[in-house]
């Protein structure tokens, strides 16, 4: 894991919180209405290719759990509307041969920032 990529902010991607998808994800749970606050991560799962296939980031994702996801809401996600995602790398530590990865993912509306989902990845050490 290189800590010189901390900081890097990948391209932005729209991503539309599809009513048909919403509907998909409420089902697995059993909820009946709005926009359950963890389908951020659909929003993050569309960036996710691009942060693994950045060879400067350095990571060996066969090596990778998940190691915490928080939100921090403006407000609740919107069935039909269009977000922009911006996604960064917040930070990358190191704690002898194991890496500390924090991947922050902004989902953004003409407003300014709707939600922040942040991901803790753990790159086991070889």
Same mark, same amino acid.
């Given at each position: 894991?290189?800590?010189?990529?901390?900081?890097?902010?990948?391209?932005?991607?729209?991503?539309?919180?599809?009513?048909?998808? %919403? =509907?998909?994800?409420?089902?697995?749970?059993?909820?009946?209405?709005? %926009?359950?606050?963890?389908?951020?991560?659909?929003?993050?799962?569309?960036?996710?290719?691009?942060?693994?296939?950045?060879?400067? @980031?350095?990571?060996?994702?066969?090596?990778?759990?998940?190691?915490?996801?928080?939100?921090?809401? *403006? =407000?609740?996600? $919107?069935?039909?509307?269009?977000?922009?995602?911006?996604?960064?790398?917040?930070?990358?530590?190191?704690?002898?041969?194991?890496?500390?990865?924090?991947?922050?993912?902004? @989902?953004?509306?003409?407003?300014?920032?709707?939600?922040?989902?942040?991901?803790? @990845?753990? *790159? =086991?050490? $070889?």
């Amino acid at each position: 894991m290189n800590p010189a990529a901390e900081g890097t902010v990948y391209p932005d991607v729209t991503f539309t919180v599809d009513p048909a998808r %919403v =509907r998909a994800f409420r089902d697995v749970f059993g909820i009946d209405g709005g %926009v359950p606050p963890t389908f951020a991560t659909v929003a993050e799962f569309s960036v996710l290719p691009s942060v693994m296939a950045d060879p400067n @980031l350095g990571v060996d994702f066969t090596r990778v759990v998940h190691g915490s996801q928080e939100y921090f809401f *403006e =407000r609740p996600l $919107r069935e039909g509307e269009t977000l922009v995602i911006r996604t960064r790398i917040a930070s990358i530590k190191h704690k002898g041969a194991t890496g500390f990865l924090t991947i922050e993912t902004e @989902l953004r509306d003409d407003d300014g920032v709707v939600c922040v989902a942040r991901s803790r @990845l753990i *790159e =086991r050490e $070889r």
